[in-house]
């Protein structure tokens, strides 16, 4: 007993990977026709979707704190991209306009994050939500309810939905760029040392002379940046894009992260462990889709797994020494 | 009444308490004293249900009895006053001094009887306030006259005070004395944790002493004289010194001291702090526990905002507002409370050694980790720190080990100041040593130690000169031949020396 | 003049000052006439009473230093219960009713055992509750509808003796609740844990109790907001409750209430409650004003980014406050050791 929890509290990935197999295998099982070509190109391609989601989320976490904007950052980037593409400009210059607005947009929400919860000392989830919503309410006004486009233009759209070999998804190749940037940027630079001290033990990380506050704001503001261009990609991913479509999505990025081993505290985790924690998720949310279950049985089992992972993971200390 | 038998406690390594005992008879006032790392804090918080002993029982009046939860206290008639105080800011003198205990009639509770019963208490302390007043806007001396009626009013038959009156002024005092006379002749049995010689022999009946997690000695006030207690508080008879602080820091009188201040105040624990440091030399700062080195060193690293005074570092007015502007000054900060403040558990043993490093430098800039690996292999090469890999986890290390790896993670910076506060509390004896040495190499190559201990050996191991403190000043500095540990004992329990010409014993 | 220092140095004045700026652009622009209206006042009651009893709920929460963001799901529970027990168990009316806030309450002190035993922090812990309650809420009913009593909705839209709406009496109940609990040694408790639970529990406070019977209360008021909001609405709905749940916390830390508990007074959620209240509706009004068409989008966003900055203006002004706090005190202080 004590091995198989020394085995669960260690080896998270290893564990998420065991999970999301089974999940897999049982699947196919209750229903075989689910194994197929389009099914499994389509997994790829949800999974690096939420990878790139996720990325922002996984360094936020880090810190020790969260971000509930991820959704709405993808929401809005995404409407604007849909727009700019349309808006007459050469696919060159349009798709470098989008890219530019994404990252603007993303960085000056994920600076407001920062300064909010680094600055202000409020608390992550509350501040980062409060500011998701107000992001939330400006799609609307801007599209007047619904937008003039809701999808982008077609060369876009081919440019990632592709899938070679009719299996893999171009938009692969996105996230193997964004893998490589979140591991050079997690993995070789003084500011991911700072950044994991910090998460680790805050006091300790301010006494050593970090400067926890200014280290946080960046954070927020890189993380914002990467949920922009999530928006950006995410925009050709769907087939709708409206108002709010991504909103649900931040739930679904801080899930991936703690089930890929990522301290819901901070100080411990790694991409590679969100990654994994994506795959596990969307092969689940398959799963639930060919069970067809209901939408109440869905939350009940989100709700749930929260419960479990936060009770493994999470627990404060006693009072009583 | 009252028997703690063989109570032991251990925290991690550390043996707070080994088989340690305690008997209380009614209408008798006890005092409980010892030094650091006695335990007798941490004995009186077993009585109180806040931890949890290892081993060992009580009894009550002959029976055995389990105190399980704070609960259970009240019960047995058992009431303490806590040293760092059990009370709510946000509520009223009144709230607090009844809570848990509130009267009531039917659901809610009767303010009249509260106030009733309060009454008295409140008039015998001399608390003339209303007491609807919040306790965060009192002084900390009527906070812990405050914290003295709760117990009161709990109506116990055994009372603990846990170094209440270290912040009471002596009016205060008379009154709580006072009022622990009556108890006494009510019956009650009255067991106080001081440091205040004078206290002892002016109201207690009865003595125990705790060293080193045991009791040594148990026996009335009456049989033992100022130098018999703190004989077997320290294993030392006290020696008092006069001296004039300005003599002994001759042989410096050319250079410029390294960190120099000046009447540092903060409220309320440190009242006006003179220091002096000079390179090359391993300043000690000792004295009892919670005397205000702690706050000292930190208020010199920017961590404690400082009230008043000045400061000095390299003959400069500086006032550093957080660690990092000390930090890159060149200032390095040891902490004794490892896991709180240095040790970084879930990090890699590599990591926590580069951590002061990884301060320095461009934030985006190329860092692999196998400068990273390199950079940990030689501190613990030249520090001889036992960790298996650099890629293991800081937690896996005992204790000495993990104190090495911050020692290293600070020399390899080369700080010209280095503060440790109690870097050794909890290191077993050979890393002691070590780090001692590694300590006094780097003090030879110029850099300047300030190092605050509870360990009266250690200081006079290490130390050239020894500032003590008590209750927020420094109170006494030793240096040459004085670093004796009689007179390290003395300057400890401001025992002053009778024979001094006057003028000299401020 | 002693009543106005105490309320400048009440964490509730933010709010309170908030909650004068918001009414008086809410009466000048609906103008006077308009607001001082019977039938207004009523109406705006009516619609409120819920979002208010959920805001109280959330300060006692607040007050013992938590948050509970499925504190709006609650409600939504509690509705739909409201809506369905009668028919599912073929009980009567008031029976149902009666079962569904007993249900609330126990669904909430849930919450407190989940918190108590297991030791996950609050927000998290809530953010995870929205889920399995919502779950449970579009099991009962997975689609808005239902069918209520219209002679319920009448009684609570009646006006008792010509002025008195039913939800005023309401309201006024559960804040006489709360005087009247602030009384017992529970309320005083739950501050105590909210400032220090170390302390609390050293002075012998059953912490897990009080955090429990806290937890029920707050249920108490939140399962009476899912019935108002049943007889205002008529009609069950699983999921728009949720909305209930940001709101109460955002008009609590605008009203000032500490978030990190320990003292408080429930003016503090009225006051922030109201604020968000008159500030939506004194944004409609003014984009009334304004030339030009302006969708309901703007409205939202105006206020979503009013109450934003409410919320930053009410934290840093607290924070103020404290520090003004302090300094006065060391001057008392002072004083009284130079006596």
């Not at chain 1, 190749?173 to 950044?195: C, D, K, N, P």
């Not at chain 1, 049985?297 to 749930?304: K, P, S, V, Y």
């Not at chain 2, 060992?56 to 009046?61: K, V």
């Not at chain 3, 934003?308 to 404290?322: N, S, T, Y």
């Amino acid at each position: 007993m004590e091995r198989i929890r020394h085995f669960f509290r260690t080896r998270q990935i290893a564990v998420a990977l065991l999970i999301t197999v089974f999940l897999f295998v049982l699947t196919t099982l209750i229903n075989p026709r689910s194994l197929n070509v389009n099914t499994a190109g389509s997994i790829l391609a949800l999974t690096s979707m939420l990878c790139l989601a996720s990325a922002g989320q996984t360094l936020v976490i880090l810190t020790g704190g969260i971000d509930m904007s991820t959704g709405d950052v993808m929401s809005i980037t995404a409407i604007l991209t849909v727009s700019i593409l349309h808006s007459g400009l050469s696919s060159g210059i349009g798709m470098l306009a989008a890219f530019v607005t994404a990252v603007a947009v993303g960085a000056f929400i994920g600076f407001l994050n920062g300064l909010g919860v680094a600055a202000a000392g409020l608390p992550p989830m509350v501040v980062t939500l409060y500011i998701a919503n107000v992001v939330d309410k400006l799609q609307y006004v801007f599209t007047n309810g619904t937008p003039t486009h809701t999808s982008v233009p077609n060369w876009y759209k081919q440019l990632i939905t592709t899938r070679f070999f009719s299996v893999l998804p171009s938009i692969l190749i996105v996230g193997a760029l964004v893998f490589v940037f979140v591991f050079l940027l997690l993995g070789r630079t003084r500011y991911a040392r700072q950044l994991y001290l910090t998460g680790n033990n805050p006091r300790a990380a301010f006494l050593t002379g970090i400067r926890t506050r200014r280290l946080k704001i960046i954070t927020y503001t890189i993380a914002g940046i990467l949920n922009g261009l999530a928006g950006l990609i995410g925009a050709g991913n769907t087939g709708n894009v409206d108002c709010g479509t991504f909103r649900d999505m931040t739930i679904t990025t801080i899930v991936a992260v703690v089930v890929g081993g990522t301290l819901l505290v901070g100080g411990k985790g790694s991409f590679q462990g969100t990654m994994v924690g994506a795959l596990l998720m969307i092969v689940l949310s398959n799963g639930l889709a060919v069970l067809q279950v209901s939408d109440s049985i869905r939350n009940l089992i989100m709700g749930i797994i929260l419960i479990a992972l936060l009770s493994l993971y999470n627990r404060e200390r006693s009072v009583r020494l | 009444m009252l028997e703690m038998r063989g109570i032991s406690k251990r925290f991690g390594y550390v043996r707070a308490l080994k088989q340690a005992n305690i008997t209380v008879q009614k209408a008798e006032i006890m005092a409980l004293l010892g030094a650091n790392g006695s335990g007798k804090s941490t004995m009186m918080k077993v009585l109180g249900g806040l931890i949890r002993a290892d081993e060992g029982s009580i009894f009550l009046n002959g029976e055995e009895i389990r105190i399980e939860r704070s609960n259970d206290v009240h019960k047995y008639k058992i009431a303490i006053g806590l040293q760092d105080l059990s009370l709510i800011p946000t509520l009223s003198v009144m709230d607090n001094i009844l809570l848990g205990i509130e009267p009531r009639k039917g659901l809610f509770v009767d303010k009249k009887e509260a106030s009733e019963r309060i009454g008295p208490i409140l008039s015998r302390l001399g608390i003339t306030y209303d007491p609807s007043v919040l306790v965060s806007d009192l002084a900390p001396s009527e906070q812990s006259m405050v914290e003295i009626a709760k117990a009161i009013a709990r109506d116990p038959d055994i009372l603990v005070l846990d170094e209440v009156t270290a912040s009471l002024h002596s009016h205060e005092v008379d009154l709580v004395f006072e009022e622990l006379k009556r108890l006494k002749a009510q019956g009650k049995a009255i067991v106080i944790v001081t440091h205040r010689m004078g206290e002892v022999f002016r109201v207690c009946d009865r003595c125990t002493i705790l060293k080193g997690g045991e009791t040594v000695a148990a026996d009335a006030v009456e049989n033992f004289d100022l130098d018999d207690i703190i004989f077997h508080m320290t294993g030392r008879r006290p020696e008092a010194v006069c001296q004039d602080e300005e003599d002994q820091i001759q042989i410096h009188a050319d250079k410029v001291p390294v960190i120099e201040t000046r009447r540092i105040t903060v409220v309320p624990t440190l009242k006006g702090v003179n220091f002096r440091a000079f390179q090359g030399e391993i300043v000690g700062i000792g004295g009892l526990n919670g005397q205000g080195q702690s706050e000292f060193i930190r208020s010199m690293l920017g961590d404690l905002p400082i009230d008043e005074g000045e400061m000095f570092y390299q003959g400069e007015a500086v006032r550093f507002r957080m660690p990092v502007e000390a930090v890159n000054r060149g200032i390095g900060f040891i902490s004794g409370d490892r896991n709180r403040e240095s040790i970084f558990p879930l990090r890699s043993v590599g990591e926590n050694i580069f951590a002061a490093e990884a301060t320095q430098g461009r934030w985006f800039s190329h860092l692999s980790p196998k400068t990273i690996a390199q950079y940990a292999k030689r501190v613990i090469g030249e520090y001889d720190i036992v960790a298996g890999s650099t890629k293991h986890l800081a937690n896996s290390l005992s204790g000495g080990n993990q104190q090495k790896l911050i020692i290293g993670r600070w020399l390899s910076m080369k700080p010209a100041l280095l503060l440790l506060d109690d870097p050794t509390k909890g290191v077993d004896i050979h890393s002691r040593r070590e780090i001692h040495r590694i300590l006094r190499d780097a003090a030879r190559e110029g850099m300047c130690v300030v190092y605050a201990s509870s360990d009266n050996e250690e200081l006079l191991e290490i130390a050239d000169r020894i500032y003590i403190f008590y209750e927020g000043t420094s109170s006494r500095v030793l240096s040459g031949d004085d670093r004796t540990e009689e007179k390290l004992v003395a300057a400890m329990l401001d025992v002053r020396a009778s024979a001094c010409p006057k003028g000299e014993n401020s | 003049m002693k009543r106005l220092t105490k309320l400048r140095l009440s964490p509730a004045y933010s709010g309170f000052l908030l909650m004068m700026i918001s009414l008086f652009a809410y009466i000048i622009l609906r103008g006077p006439a308009a607001f001082f209206n019977i039938n207004n006042l009523a109406s705006l009651f009516k619609n409120y009473t819920p979002i208010i009893l959920v805001t109280m709920a959330q300060a006692f929460l607040m007050f013992m230093g938590y948050i509970d963001i499925s504190i709006g799901a609650q409600l939504s529970f509690a509705n739909v219960l409201a809506v369905n027990l009668p028919t599912m168990l073929g009980v009567p009316v008031w029976l149902g009713w009666l079962l569904a806030l007993v249900l609330t309450m126990l669904l909430a002190s849930l919450n407190g055992l989940i918190i108590s035993y297991l030791r996950i922090p609050a927000l998290l812990e809530s953010f995870a509750m929205i889920f399995v309650i919502r779950g449970i809420n579009l099991a009962i009913q997975p689609k808005p509808g239902g069918h209520v009593d219209p002679a319920i909705n009448r009684a609570y839209d009646r006006l008792l003796f010509g002025f008195l709406p039913t939800s005023v009496v309401i309201l006024a109940v559960a804040l006489l609740v709360w005087m009247l609990l602030k009384r017992t040694t529970l309320v005083n408790h739950l501050f105590a844990i909210g400032a220090n639970e170390r302390n609390a529990y050293a002075s012998g406070i059953n912490t897990i109790r009080t955090k429990v019977l806290t937890y029920a209360i707050a249920g108490l008021f939140t399962g009476v907001a899912g019935l108002c909001y049943t007889a205002a609405y008529a009609t069950g709905n699983p999921i728009t409750g949720e909305i209930y749940g940001l709101q109460s916390i955002s008009a609590c830390i605008i009203g000032g209430v500490p978030m990190a508990g320990g003292f408080g007074t429930v003016f503090s959620a009225l006051f922030g409650i109201s604020f968000q209240i008159f500030v939506k509706d004194s944004v409609v009004q003014v984009f009334k004003m304004l030339p030009g068409v302006y969708t309901t989008y703007w409205h939202n966003l105006f206020t979503d980014f009013i109450i934003l900055v409410g919320l930053v203006a009410a934290i840093f002004f607290v924070r103020r406050q404290d520090k003004h706090r302090l300094a006065e005190v060391s001057a008392m202080l002072e004083k009284r050791g130079n006596d």
